[in-house]
């Protein structure tokens, strides 16, 4: 049956004239963490709106998403062909996470027509960069139990708290937002999803400098922040439907139907040598156990993509949670390679003066920062949680709050 989409491998054809025409090569600065200051970063993100801007008027931009909305509304077969073609070619890395997902996902799956025309539009045009705001000071990983709230007032919302760990909102437009609208309900019903403009009135952005000195990573304090109703998602308490498909695409990343992004592309922080040129570098390519490690990093690499590609089109047809798989396997795979390539290494990778190479530096940087893989989009400990109990059917853990209005839920000492 003819689904009158362009054959798959017509549109391959098509997009790999046009990148080759219209793309320059992968540039080190495609990565925010290649950024030495504010004012370059700023450039950076500069040039991938206007990247971003040329995909969609060479008419890929959205290739999953809806035409009435911008995109060109074909398969994930035609995002995944796309991405394949955009292999070594520059990209808008800046637009990948969070802005096409999880939150344009989010948005698409969610919002209102009214809301999506305001917003898929603008950010498939590089005119929208988006953050998400789940995380909180009191901790990330019971994303139910948020602190911050928003108070109805009219036609208006006031918002006021906090949230940290945000990547890249210091530049960004939009966020979409979790707060607590509900304190006598138990803590999964009282909550509800907004979308915030960053530059709003009581909106202050502060950045955290990391251990590899960058600082995409910011924390938000919203004080008295107004939301006009009409840019809240969803019912009202009704947060947390929204919020398990939101942390549905998060736990995707990368390898969501809606993202535009370099297939093989590494997405740990820093330049990646391959294993083969860190040992030549470090004179270990003739040595047996070298030769293994560096099979083993391929093959972690090998089967991530695989797994990937598998989890990625049987998670949108079959059950929802089984991205927690994928998420698992690439933090620990990631941490692996992180370590083989220290190993590979040696001594070069764990002293370094700043007279020497990026690229050696960056194999010991890498390693110092290998856990990022384990706690972004949630961390691997989460991900095994959901596979025990919502994939195997394990018993749940016990919890203290079921069933108690979040009120009276303990919330532990205040944090500065
Ligand atoms: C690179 C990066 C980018 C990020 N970007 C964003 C972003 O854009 N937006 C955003 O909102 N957040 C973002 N985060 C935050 C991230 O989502 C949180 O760090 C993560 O969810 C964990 O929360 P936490 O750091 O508060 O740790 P906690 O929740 O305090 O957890 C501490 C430790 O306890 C473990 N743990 C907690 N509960 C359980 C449990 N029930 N069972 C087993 N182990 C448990 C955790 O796995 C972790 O090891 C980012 C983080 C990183 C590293």
Redesign the pocket.
């Known amino acids: 049956m003819s689904t009158g989409m362009e054959p798959v491998e017509e549109f391959r054809l098509r997009a790999r004239e046009w990148i080759k025409a219209n793309l320059g090569p992968l540039q080190p600065w495609d990565r925010t963490q290649h950024c030495k200051d504010d004012e370059e970063e700023l450039v950076a993100v500069a040039r991938d709106r206007a990247l971003q801007r040329k995909i969609f008027d060479g008419g890929f931009a959205g290739i999953c998403m809806p035409k009435e909305y911008g995109g060109l509304g074909l398969s994930p077969e035609h995002n995944r062909a796309f991405n394949e073609e955009l292999a070594g070619h520059e990209y808008p890395s800046r637009f990948a996470v969070?802005t096409f997902n999880p939150c344009a996902s989010t948005i698409l799956e969610f919002c209102t027509a009214e809301q999506k025309a305001a917003h898929l539009p603008a950010i498939l045009k590089g005119d929208e960069v988006w953050?998400?705001?789940?995380?909180e000071p009191g901790?990330?990983?019971?994303v139910a139990g948020i602190t911050t709230a928003a108070v109805r007032e009219g036609d208006h919302w006031i918002l006021n708290g906090s949230?940290v760990?945000?990547?890249r909102a210091w530049w960004a437009d939009w966020g979409i937002i979790l707060a607590r609208t509900n304190w006598d309900v138990p803590k999964h019903q009282g909550m509800t999803v907004f979308l915030v403009p960053l530059r709003a009135e009581g909106v202050e952005i502060q950045r955290i400098v990391r251990l590899n000195g960058e600082s995409e990573?910011c924390q938000e304090f919203f004080t008295d922040v107004r939301i006009p109703d009409s840019d809240r998602v969803g019912d009202v308490d009704g947060g947390w439907t929204i919020g398990t498909r939101w942390m549905f695409h998060e736990r995707m990343g990368h390898n969501s139907p809606y993202v535009t992004y370099p297939s093989g592309l590494s997405q740990s922080a820093g330049h990646e040598d391959s294993p083969v040129a860190i040992a030549r570098k470090s004179g270990k390519i003739d040595d047996p156990s070298a030769r293994e490690l560096i099979g083993e990093h391929r093959e972690l690499g090998v089967v991530t993509r695989a797994l990937q590609g598998r989890i990625a089109d049987a998670a949108t047809k079959a059950n929802k949670d089984m991205s927690a798989i994928d998420r698992l396997f690439r933090g620990v795979a990631s941490v692996r390679r992180s370590t083989i390539a220290f190993e590979l290494a040696g001594s070069n990778a764990s002293v370094w003066d700043e007279e020497e190479e990026a690229a050696t530096d960056a194999v010991g940087m890498n390693f110092l920062m290998r856990q990022?893989s384990c706690?972004?989009?949630?961390?691997t400990?989460?991900s095994r949680?959901v596979v025990a109990e919502r994939i195997l059917g394990m018993p749940r853990?016990a919890s203290g709050d079921k069933g108690v209005p979040f009120r009276e839920v303990p919330k532990g000492p205040k944090r500065a």
């Open positions: 969070p953050v998400q705001l789940l995380s901790g990330g990983s019971d949230k760990w945000t990547s990573a990022i706690i972004g989009g949630g961390t400990e989460i949680n853990e």
